[in-house]
């Protein structure tokens, strides 16, 4: 398509390649792109990435923009930021900046955004087929505890935006499949915030 080549097989490590290194392209599925996609980043607008390592998101949105306006690429892990940093840095991005704080801190670190994508920290329980421990791991504690911190990033993502004229965007994504990550996450903040679900 327009938007990226599915590679179904490679005789050479495709994160290994002269091209790779030298920027021309980042690996990531077919459906780390959609997000991407819906959130609709427009160049000169000030956008959000609030869980964004290891950047392929970020990288996509710095794309559509043009290298305008201003991606702010969040992540609470610092230990992931690194990763962030190399690929943007390998990829050219110049609109850009990396940074490192709890995501529920929003907006009080800043806010004003046009966009949000919160792609949020989740039991993985929808890409169980690339990896079988997360079945042998997961636990139903662990999905209720983390739908708790899906509610409280998207709280700040909502609060985070600068709906002045109906304009605040924000994409919530998960790799998960569960109920209680998806479909109970968005119930919450629609009883709790002043927000509507829009076609993508």
Do not use: W
Request: hydrophobic share 40%; charged share 20%.
């Amino acid at each position: 398509s327009k938007v990226g080549l599915k590679i179904y097989q490679s005789k050479v490590p495709l994160g290994a390649t002269p091209e790779y290194l030298a920027g021309h392209y980042m690996l990531q599925s077919a459906a780390s792109m959609l997000p991407v996609m819906a959130l609709d980043p427009q160049p000169g607008e000030k956008v959000l990435d609030m869980c964004s390592a290891p950047g392929g998101k970020t990288s996509y949105i710095c794309q559509l923009m043009a290298n305008t306006g201003t991606v702010i690429a969040n992540d609470l892990r610092a230990d992931r930021i690194n990763a962030v940093v190399s690929n943007l840095h390998r990829l050219g991005v110049r609109n850009a900046i990396v940074v490192n704080y709890d995501g529920r801190s929003y907006p009080k670190i800043m806010g004003g955004f046009d966009r949000v994508l919160l792609d949020a920290p989740c039991s993985g329980l929808g890409v169980i087929s690339r990896d079988q421990a997360v079945k042998m791991t997961r636990t139903v504690k662990d999905i209720m505890r983390t739908a708790h911190l899906q509610k409280e990033l998207l709280r700040a993502a909502v609060d985070a935006v600068d709906a002045k004229g109906g304009a605040g965007v924000i994409v919530y994504s998960t790799c998960s499949v569960s109920v209680f990550e998806n479909e109970m996450v968005v119930d919450y903040i629609l009883k709790n915030r002043d927000v509507k679900i829009v076609d993508s």
